[in-house]
């Protein structure tokens, strides 16, 4: 067995899959996710046919819409699923004492967490992978290209993925686990909608002056709400994360609502002067500018790049952590325990 | 095979390992043995390396618990004090579990399980639900599942508990295959006669101490040469009194209920010289009784004496 095999195959994710795919849940949760996700896409299927005509924008607009909800919808069933999934792991484990009895196996620490999180991920996979006959129809309508389904589907996997992590995490801190599973929700909440609260209490504040579309702030894009609907709409986010100060009611508040991020300054005659980034000299993320991230960290990334790149940095912070936190006796420790006392005699 | 040194563990001010020292020479079957809290998990624990002794070493075949815990876990197979079940696997994939958790070549695996099963004398429940079966034999599941990797050192904690007599008997029936197959094996119980029957060395542990330690006989001599007699005599018991306390074998005299209870130092031949020392005196002696206060006792009496 080579070291890739052994990092993607040990005896934990066996054993994982057997006892997971054993029970009446697993085919319950799997039925009950088709059927949501199917009935919100015929209600909503239902819902547009009705009032299409008031749209008056073919059937194009129909498949985005149908679009923006399934993949809107997906993101919350998963944010449902991942956290009941992952968050007894470690603490399952331990509280049906099974756990000590893998700490004297040769496997590592590390490979219980991977292992764990790989059986989990595996089956949010699978929910992804029965769930793409129902994107499928989508196609139907049209206005959805293939690459937005793709990045949308990447966005909602790393997010149910963060969510395991995390997950995880929590299981391997927190020695109970409805303790662990109360703590998953909670930052499932936080992760999906507590950044967007953020972004709409504390949203970026701009000059009234200056012409360029701001972006909101760099830490609402954890969520993937912003990402998926960007991709979904193909239209830059607005009206959310941004604040527009000094209004001058003399001077035209421009905003450009689409094409080219431009780059504007004060000029030095006066007035603003502003110059549109060519899209050839733009960075290799970006390949619509129209959805491109204007301003802030990630200028020049997509919404969901930036997305995946946090949600990926804290899967390892989280992943990290599991790892330091799991083996019984840690080679590294926090505090530095002291000099053991001498013992009463 | 076994070496452990001036092993401390503290829990914030309590210590539970109070500088236990102990060696298990290969092939011996080392019985544990102490009250509830003493310390033998923690001591096990600290040898299956779970846990960090605040001082002192613990050695397995030569390697250091504390820093060849690798190697130390392809030495030792432990079996807790709790079972540890899976639930939705059967006796054989369980078993297949950990031998793929301790790296035995796929080909191998069956042939492991089933060896096992049959040294456990389960095969016919290959195929039961583990969390199915009655505690006796999930406790044959876990030995089986210590053995898995064929380790020379076996640690066991509280084995026999919850078993019925049969059941012990069959265990330990089993117990004594393995220290014929060449296994050293260490047994913690709270039950001292439970093990003397099958240990060959045993160490007695209380309050994080260790009290005794040596091979069976030599322990039970020492604990047990404190040695006690019943008298009953027809009339004159003060006069009985005042004959035996000054004898200097005698230790301590009391008077229970009209009988006269004394211990005393030495063999059967300082009994009958009590007797003689009695009958000479012209007490009329009913009955003569040495009290066999047994194991039990001398546990008790070892555990419980407070420490100078």
Sequence with gaps: ?345 | MIAVEELTKVYGNRAALDRVSFEVPAREIFGFVGPNGAGKTTTLRILAALLEPTGGKAFIDGSDVTKDREKVHTRIGYMPDFFGVYDQLTVGEYLDFYAACYRQPKQRRSKIVDDLLALVGMTERKNQQVDSLSRGLKQRVCLARALVHDPAVLLLDEPASGLDPRARVELREILRELQGMGKTIIISSHILPELTELCSMIGIIDNGRMRATGPVREVIARLTSGRRLHIKVLEDKEAALEILTPLPSVRHVESVNGTIEAEYDGDERTASDILLALTQAGIRVSSFAPVDGGLEDAFLKATSEEVG
């Design chain 1, 1 to 345: 067995m080579n070291v890739a095999t052994r990092a993607l195959w040990n005896p934990i994710v066996a054993k994982e899959y057997r006892t997971r795919m054993r029970t009446w849940r697993s085919p319950l949760a799997i039925t009950i996710y088709i059927v949501l996700l199917g009935g919100i896409g015929w209600a909503v299927f239902s819902a547009l046919i009705v009032t299409s005509t008031g749209f008056g924008q073919g059937p194009g607009s129909l498949g985005q819409m149908l679009f923006t909800f399934l993949i809107l919808f997906q993101v919350a069933l998963l944010a449902f699923i991942t956290p009941a999934l992952t968050a007894g792991a470690i603490s399952g484990e331990r509280e049906r004492q099974t756990l000590d009895l893998l700490f004297v196996t040769p496997i590592a620490p590390f490979s219980i967490i991977w292992g764990k999180l790989l059986a989990s991920l595996s089956f949010v996979v699978l929910l992804l992978v029965i769930s793409v006959p129902i994107f499928s129809l989508v196609f139907l309508f049209g206005g959805i290209e293939l690459d937005q389904v793709v990045s949308a589907f990447l966005v909602t996997g790393v997010t149910a993925m963060t969510l395991g992590f995390i997950g995880v995490a929590f299981s391997t801190v927190l020695r109970r686990t409805l303790a662990a599973t109360v703590a998953s929700y909670g930052a499932a909440f936080v992760l999906l909608a507590g950044t967007l609260l953020y972004g709409a209490l504390f949203p970026t504040e701009v000059d009234s002056n200056v012409t360029t579309q701001p972006a909101p702030p760099a830490i609402t894009l954890v969520s993937p709400v912003i990402p998926l609907l960007t991709i979904a709409t193909n239209l830059p986010v607005s009206g959310y994360g941004v604040r527009i100060k000094n209004v001058n009611p003399g001077g035209p508040a421009i905003l450009n609502s689409s094409g080219a991020p431009q780059y504007c300054a004060p000029a030095p005659t006066g007035g603003v002067m502003c110059t549109s980034q060519s899209s050839s000299s733009s960075s290799f993320f970006a390949q619509n500018s129209a959805t491109a991230i204007p301003t802030g960290l990630f200028t020049g990334w997509q919404y969901w790049q930036a997305s995946v790149v946090m949600q990926l940095m804290i899967s390892l912070v989280a992943l990290l952590f599991s790892a330091l936190m799991l083996p019984p006796v840690r080679r590294f420790r926090l505090l530095r325990r002291r000099a053991p006392a001498a013992p009463p005699a």
